[in-house]
């Protein structure tokens, strides 16, 4: 019996067309990450991604920019992450940073679709926390002219908003950092106007559990953000270093975005040593999605390790 119902079970599977392959979706997953620091809850929103000439914008030993992208399997322009961070402390939700918005193109301005599918509402923000004053960090705060987080109040440094609020200081500016003037200026005045600006000077705790700390250089007010609990502890970096693969290794390096370089690069063999040191975890604006990682000494260089993924809550 068998063997007479083989042929035709065989005649019929040779006489069904093969399927067509499943068409290509390219998209990728919701862009946030989540982990615990002790009792608060910090959630990665990725903005997106922006091509950048690193070989051209980062500045060190002829050759060896190359070199170290090509070493991480890299060619420039580089496709580089611009992450923000939300961090609950159960009385308080502080995002630090807003991304870019449309400024750069269709490839950013992510960040709040990804903050609504990390189960939060822009209204929800309490408290914006800006480490500087660039395109990709501010923008974000509106949409349209705008605001997009109705009930926060934005903190800056005060040598921020005097440097990029100034529009005397935009004609001195170097011909590459003009047009961070007007950004900046469009993203701040609907919370100027609005009596929802409140810069501060030095080092300060802002809320529970959150301080500011200065690291001028990058821009006259550059600032870490350094989240603490239940003996955890988590730096928020901003643009205190862009590319892993050649800064990690020598952080002499420097980017044409600086706006003193010569002040930039000790704040951030600084940070580098001090990270390694105590190796508490830091989160980064530009470093892979989400960005958040340990720094490792590697004799007079360092590595990076990223955080090991948690379904743990």
């Known amino acids: 019996m ?82 923000g961070y939300l961090v609950n402390t159960g009385a308080k939700l502080v995002l630090i940073d807003t991304g870019a918005a449309g400024v750069f193109g269709p490839t950013l301005g992510k960040l709040v679709a990804n903050l609504k599918a990390a189960g939060y509402q822009p209204e929800q923000v309490d408290e914006i926390y800006i480490t500087h004053v660039h395109p990709d960090h501010v923008s974000g705060l509106v949409e349209g002219g705008k605001i997009v987080f109705p009930n926060a109040v934005v903190r800056m440094a005060q040598a921020d908003v005097d440097y990029w609020l100034n529009p005397a200081n935009e004609a001195k500016a170097p011909e590459g950092h003009k047009g961070f003037f007007p950004a900046a200026a469009a993203a701040f005045k609907p919370y100027q106007d609005a009596g929802r600006i409140k810069p501060f000077s030095g080092d300060v705790e802002l809320v529970p559990g959150v301080r500011a700390a200065a690291a001028p250089g990058h821009t006259p007010g550059h600032t870490l953000y350094v989240v603490e609990s239940k003996g955890q502890k988590l730096a928020v970096w901003g643009d205190l270093m862009h590319v892993a693969s050649v800064q990690f290794p020598d952080p002499t390096v420097t980017i044409a975005f600086d706006t003193d370089s010569k002040l930039a690069m000790p704040q951030r063999q600084k940070a580098f040593a001090d990270a390694a040191k105590q190796g508490y975890l830091v989160a980064v604006a530009h470093i892979p999605f989400p960005g958040i990682g340990r720094v490792l000494p590697n004799g007079k260089s360092y590595s990076w390790l990223p955080v090991n993924y948690t379904t743990k809550f």
């Open 2 to 83: 068998l063997q007479r119902l083989l042929p035709a079970a065989l005649a019929l599977a040779l006489s069904v067309p093969a399927l067509a392959a499943g068409p290509m979706q390219k998209n990728q997953a919701p862009g946030y990450y989540r982990m615990m620091l002790g009792d608060f809850e910090i959630t990665a929103l990725s903005d997106g991604t922006v091509e950048l000439p690193m070989d051209q914008l980062l500045h060190g030993k002829p050759g060896e920019v190359v070199k170290a992208l090509h070493k991480a399997h890299l060619d420039a322009p580089v496709e580089t992450s611009v992450n």
